[in-house]
């Protein structure tokens, strides 16, 4: 039997549609005796009490909104008659809570790329990367000549074509100098054509300067201005780093060798219900094996933030939560722009009332984990366990940064759908079964048959959906790579010169 509502807490003042729920409905709800008074969309809410205009209402058992007029018991609760609780910076306390979820070490493994340097990648793929703007149809040229003189390449040939590296100034310039730094060195590439134009501030000079060790063998630089003929040399230097990845095979390795990314976009009204907290398990289950995950999109975790900073596992990192959350309330100040201008029109219209709505449900995508760390823009992953990133909410900047930081795939829930993929296997879960059959081509996984099925746990799904991430790491394409859709997005903060 389908299910038609879900009281996510005990304390919660709302019940959400799991169906489209008509006018003069009845539902028994533990001792409440409710009758619908409106039409309720899928993913909506509907009042469980009488509320009064100016009272709190809970969803997750937090608040999520204040009532702006009288709502009636059985009533639609939205944006007509709900307005966000926040405003403004807020003072913090560290109050540790920890509930984490144990599991048994399984042993289990996947098929990866071991790496020089003792890192593990899930792909092995030849890149160019550009370190400006300006040569980005170079790099596309160089790619479409050994193409077309070495056709049947079995090695994918990427370019992470931008359009920065020059006339940017101080941390701007920085941040955009740090993310290609990291994806020069991801072990999901077996190898890596750097190429510059020559007079850009991102300099190949000043790059090499700071990118640490590397892989002198796997890692080329090409200065365009240097050479008569940069695509001749480009693709000389290409087929010297695809003979060495066709060396590369895949061996058996410990699941904790892998960094997965958290990450959410288009989300609705069942986004907190299925695959958030399908994702959320799924880390849960990663870290207690050895792994890493990471949680970003930091202007969604306004109006939760204080649920992550009680999972901080000492005081030194809860300040960390309150500084990445203080200074990305200061960019928005600083831009002159409303730090809680959000959920976005598909948010609203999937049934997403307020920030604190789409934070509390963004969040269940890091599971009850402690936070181990906080990690700036461009930062690498430093610790096992769960991470948070700094990074914003929009979906390929976000995507970017948590594969920069070391993520070898980015798991990605919806309820609206998008195509798109960052530079590392971006796999698309969805939060109702409707999108799934819709979007076959575009959605990896399909988390809303939790609310199909009467007697389906969320624990019911976590095998195939561990089954899933196994096989992707091992080589199995997720769709946006079926689709040939990945790319690079840099988030930019500074003036353009």
Known sequence: MKK??????????????LTDIASGRRLKID???????????????????????????????????????????GE????????????????????????????????????GFKRQNGDV???????????????????????????????????????????????????????????????????NTGGVLVLGLGCENNHIKQLKSNLGEYDEERTLFLEAQKVGDEIEEGIKMIGQLVTLAEKDVREDVALSHLNIGLKCGGSDGLSGITANPLVGLFSDYMISQGAATILTEVPEMFGAETVLMSRA?????????VNLIDEFKG???????????????????????????????CIQKGGHAIVQDVLKYGERLKAKGLSLLEAPGNDLIASTALAASGCHMVLFTTGRGTPFGTFVPTVKISTNTPLFENKPHWIDFNAGILVDEESLKLEDLLEDFVSLIIQ???????????NGYSEISIFKTGVTL
């Open 4 to 17: 038609e509502w879900i009281r996510i807490h005990e304390k919660d003042d709302v019940i959400v549609a």
């Open 31 to 73: 001792q409440i005796d409710l009758i619908t008074l409106q039409d309720i969309p899928r993913g909506h809410k509907i009042a469980l009490k009488d509320i009064s205009a100016g009272e709190s209402i809970i969803k997750y058992g937090h608040v999520f909104g204040i009532a702006k007029e009288d709502i009636k018991a």
């Open 76 to 111: 639609h609760i939205h944006v007509h008659n709900v307005k966000t609780s926040l405003s403004g910076h807020l003072k913090y306390d560290y109050a540790p809570h920890f509930e984490e979820r144990l599991f048994e070490y399984d042993n289990r493994t996947f098929k």
């Open 121 to 187: 990648g899930i792909r092995n793929e030849v890149w160019i990367v550009p370190t400006v703007g300006c040569v980005n149809g170079t790099a596309a040229n160089i790619i479409k000549q050994y193409e077309k003189r070495y056709p049947g390449t079995e090695i994918p040939l990427k370019i992470w074509n931008h359009p920065y590296g020059c006339s940017q100034l101080g941390d701007d310039h920085m941040n955009t100098q740090k993310v290609l730094i990291d994806i020069i060195k991801h072990p």
């Open 313 to 321: 596992k000492d005081e030194a990192t809860f300040g960390q939560i």
């Open 331 to 361: 960019y928005y100040e600083k831009h002159h722009q409303p730090i809680y201008e959000n959920p976005s029109p598909g948010n609203k219209e999937g049934g997403i009332t307020t920030l604190e709505d789409k934070s509390l449900g």
């Open 472 to 482: 992707i790491a091992s080589g199995e394409p997720s769709k946006n790579e079926i």
